[in-house]
């Protein structure tokens, strides 16, 4: 079993609809991210959490520490949006990251 | 000029040669990562180094090697490539304990014939 999953692998939707992405994790956790990577190939981080919820834009990152799980929401999706979204866990002092497999969002016109 | 630069963004390379990647950031950072994406898996971090110092494995080490020349610069070769080391290659940079997030370089398509 993978350390952090992420659910759904792929996801299809139309523009304008509220998306969902999901992150469980099973290891103890200094910090969980969420990166955006572009069909280019570019990778960009989008939040860095280790509570609660942050808010960029038409972006939301919730985690529940105590449950393992983080969730990217994605209101009024744009086929802009369009991409692979990763989490990625931060574990011990050094910081380094256990990544997911990445959810590849596709939002249609 | 982008925050971490990666050279060369393509290479097509035979079997048995050595390969140099190279990455430069301009972000100021301690931290330099270089990580390996396959399709469908994540990313296996090869090496990192939190300073000029200091170089560590990570968990897909075998066959590669890394020369952190200044806080700047960090380097990766493939000493005698073989074909299943083509994957698309990343080097990333981090301040301490990733507060401010990772920048990624855009990345190496490397190929090995």
């Known amino acids: 079993k993978n350390e952090v999953e992420q659910s759904p692998q792929n996801l299809t939707a139309q523009e304008g609809e509220f998306i969902t992405i999901n992150c469980s994790y099973s290891?103890?956790?200094?910090?969980l991210h969420w990166l955006q990577q572009h069909p280019g190939g570019g990778i960009v981080s989008l939040f860095m959490?280790?509570?609660?919820?942050k808010k960029h834009g038409r972006l939301i990152a919730t985690i529940n520490i105590q449950e393992k799980h983080s969730s990217l929401h994605i209101t009024a999706s744009h086929p802009r949006d369009s991409a692979v979204y990763i989490c990625?866990?931060?574990?011990?002092?050094?910081?380094?990251?256990?990544w997911g497999a990445g959810t590849k969002l596709i939002i249609k016109p | 000029d982008a925050d971490v630069t990666q050279t060369p963004r393509n290479r097509i390379t035979k079997t048995g040669k050595r390969i140099m990647l190279e990455c430069s950031q301009t972000?100021?950072?301690?931290?330099m990562y270089w990580y390996r994406q396959d399709p469908g898996l994540g990313l296996r971090l090869i090496y990192y180094?939190?300073?000029?110092?200091?170089?560590n494995k990570g968990e897909i080490s075998d066959g590669y090697s890394v020369s952190r020349q200044a806080q700047a610069k960090f380097s990766l070769s493939l000493e005698s490539a073989i074909p299943n080391q083509t994957a698309l290659y990343f080097c990333?940079?981090?301040?301490?304990?990733?507060?401010?997030?990772?920048?990624f370089g855009s990345g190496t398509r490397l190929t090995v014939v």
């Open positions: 972000k100021g950072h301690d931290r």
């Open positions: 959490l280790s509570s609660g919820k």
């Open positions: 180094s939190f300073d000029v110092k200091d170089i």
């Open positions: 290891v103890g956790i200094s910090a």
């Open positions: 990333a940079t981090s301040d301490f304990a990733g507060a401010s997030g990772y920048t």
């Open positions: 990625a866990v931060g574990v011990d002092s050094n910081y380094q990251l256990i």
